[in-house]
Every structure is written in C-alpha cells, then in structure tokens.
C-alpha cells in the first residue's frame, strides 16, 4: 500500500513524495520513502507495482452544487471527462465567476465531506491550488487502472485501489492547531520540528483512533523529522490512512470505510 504527497506542479524543488509500506495487523510499516519530480515518473512509480491501496493527498470530486451551477455533467466519469478537458486558465475563470456572483463569506461551494474533514474545498484553485491538483492527479490515477470506491461500480477484480486522502485531518487529531510544517524556510522553526516529533512519537504509539501503530527505523524517523517541509510526513499520514481503509476493507467493508451514503459524484475523504 501507499500513501501519497501530491502536487499539481511537480519539479526537481517541489516533488509528489510515494510512502509505500504494508499493513499486519494493527501495525503500519513503512518500506520505502519515494520522490518523483514529474508526472510520467509519478505514472512509472505508480505502474511498478501490480496491485496496490493508495491514498492520495487530492481531491477526487468537485462540490455537487458547483457542478449542477456550472451545468457540467452530474456523472462523475463523464465529469472528470470534462474537467480534463478544460485548461486551468478556464477553470480559474469559471471557478471565479461562480464565487463572484455569492454573497461574502459563502464564495465557494464545499463537498459533504469538507466539514467533517477539516478541508480546503476541492474547487479551490489558490493556497492551496486543489482544484489543480485534481485536475492533475485523478486523470493520472484514472490511467493507471485504478478503482475510485464510492464513485464507480468495483471492477470484476480489483487491482489497484485509489482512495481520497487528507493528511491534515489526522495531524490535527493529535497535534490541535499546532503546525508542523511550512515551505517557507523563515517558518521553519523549532516549534514546528518539535511538533513533527511529537506527531511521530504519538503515531508510533498509536496514540489516535486509529489505533494503528507505525513502525520506523531510526533512520526514518529521522529522515521525517527533518522533512521541514513536511511532504514526506504527510505522505507517510496518508500511509497510515490507507492502512486503516484497508483494516476495514479486512473486517468485510466494501467501501474500504467510506460511508455507506458517500454522494457518488462528490466523493469522501477516507476516515472523515
């Protein structure tokens, strides 16, 4: 299984990180810690392994109320069909129209899943860019013969399955509103590097409803800790989360732990 770091603008600076690991139990290894700074590396990365449980830190779904405005396809494959189509310059400008004609503090139309979450609006396309990232990521994943649970019929055999990640949620459960990562090398402070410590100590001791333990070497957990940007760490959370859909998908869940009333267009983010 993986967990996923995305970007919707990868380079040689700013990589997609791949934490690729496996799941006994209630005990979360992980094996391999991966940079890719292109989308056809991300493509060959995903391609190496023959079957695997991925979850991916970007959105899978746009806001049901965006897309019935917008007057886009209410069927999800369709959707994508179209999303994929249109250049990020259009999207920016139909996103911008829709939140110009809404009143102040309710600009952006949000998916059933964001409040439980904690996340940013899948049409968001600044601060961060998801709307990009999915418009990057989804049509990738969708190629490389990946099952979407929740927003397709399940394949006759399931080879690779791709579930909607949000490493945020699982930080804040154990760290509050503390922050343990930034970009910006002026904000990468000790309180954050303590932070990211504290975060590993607790996920190591499966101190989380999820009740998973991780499992690191030293050289990992050191790696990680010194990961200011906190890419790795959060692909190493997304890890962890498709290590829990997978234990539920062990205790007979078909939806891998996503609601049973998970809207087939939106999608969910998995544990929300």
């Known amino acids: 299984m993986l967990g996923c770091d ?95 004609a809404r009143p102040v503090g309710a600009k952006f139309a949000h998916r059933a899943t964001d409040v439980p979450a904690g996340s940013s609006p899948s049409m968001k396309w600044v601060n961060p860019p998801v709307a990009y990232m999915l418009h990057a990521g989804v049509p990738l994943l969708l190629a490389a013969n990946a099952y979407f649970p929740g927003l397709q019929p399940p394949p006759a055999q399931v080879q690779r399955v791709a579930l909607e990640a949000y490493p945020g949620m699982l930080a804040r459960e154990i760290l509050g509103a503390r922050s343990y990562k930034s970009d910006d090398h002026a904000k990468q402070t000790p309180e954050r590097l303590i932070a990211r410590k504290d975060l590993l100590n607790a996920l190591e001791l499966g101190q989380s409803r999820w009740q998973l333990r991780l499992h690191l070497s030293h050289a990992q957990r050191d790696a990680l800790v010194a990961d200011a940007s906190g890419d790795a760490l959060d692909a190493v959370l997304c890890l962890v989360q498709a290590a829990w859909a997978d234990v539920r998908h062990q205790h007979g869940d078909p939806l891998y732990g996503l609601p049973s009333t998970v809207d087939p267009l939106e999608g969910w983010i998995v544990g929300a």
């Not at 791949?18 to 940079?35: I, K, P």
């Open 6 to 100: 995305f970007s919707s603008a990868p380079s040689r600076r700013k990589h997609i990180v791949l934490a690729w690991g496996s799941c006994d139990g209630q005990r979360v290894r992980l094996t391999q810690l991966q940079a890719v700074g292109s989308f056809a590396d991300f493509s060959a990365a995903l391609d190496s392994a023959p079957r695997w449980l991925g979850a991916f830190d970007l959105p899978f779904g746009l806001p049901r109320e965006l897309v019935d405005t917008l007057g886009w396809p209410l069927d999800w494959h369709a959707c994508m069909a179209h999303y994929q189509s249109l250049t990020r310059p259009e999207i920016r400008a139909q996103f911008a129209a829709f939140c110009n």
